[in-house]
């Protein structure tokens, strides 16, 4: 009689632990998509860990304290947004139409994005950390620094008035995002973020492109 073959034994699964720039990248995300949906103040890193299915200890193995998540999420923020508006105005046909390219870049990406706003302009975040200030700043006054230099190249092409105060125009611009922003959040649904920037950037150019009764 021929003994039957034994099951071959059980192979023991291991769970593929992810490479630490993967799971960072992972928290960053989760603590974005958080502030979204909680407001930054009532994200903990609690909630972090259980939208995650881990342990806070798996949290601050990667980033010893809350403000160095946030530390990260601003590095993250600058690095998106600012490959989103470049390759915008790369696409450009004068620095105008670069502009313009720009602002709706930021737009949609704020429409993916929410939390990206009130991360930038969050009192909370200037108040607590000085390091976060400090990027915060550098985030903001870099992209008004393209700006400007844009309406700069423009003046140089006589596409605005060559007394257009370039640094305020883009001071203005920033803020015409965040106000837009701020409008649609307390209307909620009765108005959308790209329709209302389709009605104000029109009014924002016709301040600083340069009219034929100009020349």
């Known amino acids: 009689m021929h003994e039957s073959t034994p099951p071959p034994p059980p192979q023991k699964v291991i769970k593929r632990r992810m490479p630490t ?29 259980d939208a995650m299915k881990v342990t806070q200890g798996a949290i601050f193995k990667h980033f010893p304290t809350k403000d160095d998540i946030w530390l990260a999420v601003m590095h993250w923020i600058r690095g998106k947004l600012m490959t989103v508006v470049e390759k915008a105005a790369s696409e450009a046909t004068d620095p105008i ?23 930038l302009f969050s009192e909370m975040l200037h108040r607590k950390n000085s390091k976060l200030r400090e990027l915060i700043q550098e985030i903001i006054s870099g992209y008004e620094g393209k700006v400007a230099g ?66």
């Open 21 to 49: 720039e993967e799971r960072q990248g992972e928290i960053i995300r989760v603590a974005v998509e958080l502030a979204a949906e909680k407001g930054i103040d009532g994200v903990t890193t609690q909630d972090m860990a």
């Open 97 to 119: 139409d670069a502009i313009e390219r720009m602002f709706f870049a930021h737009i949609t990406f704020i429409g993916k994005h929410p939390a990206i706003p009130r991360l």
């Open 150 to 215: 844009l309406l700069e190249t423009a003046k140089a092409q006589s596409l605005v008035s060559h007394d257009l105060d370039s640094k305020n125009a883009a001071v203005l611009y920033i803020g015409m995002i965040q106000g837009l922003f701020m409008q649609v959040s307390i209307f909620g649904g009765k108005r959308t973020l790209l329709d209302e920037a389709k009605k104000t950037f029109p009014i924002y150019l016709h301040g600083i492109v340069k009219r034929r009764d100009d020349i």
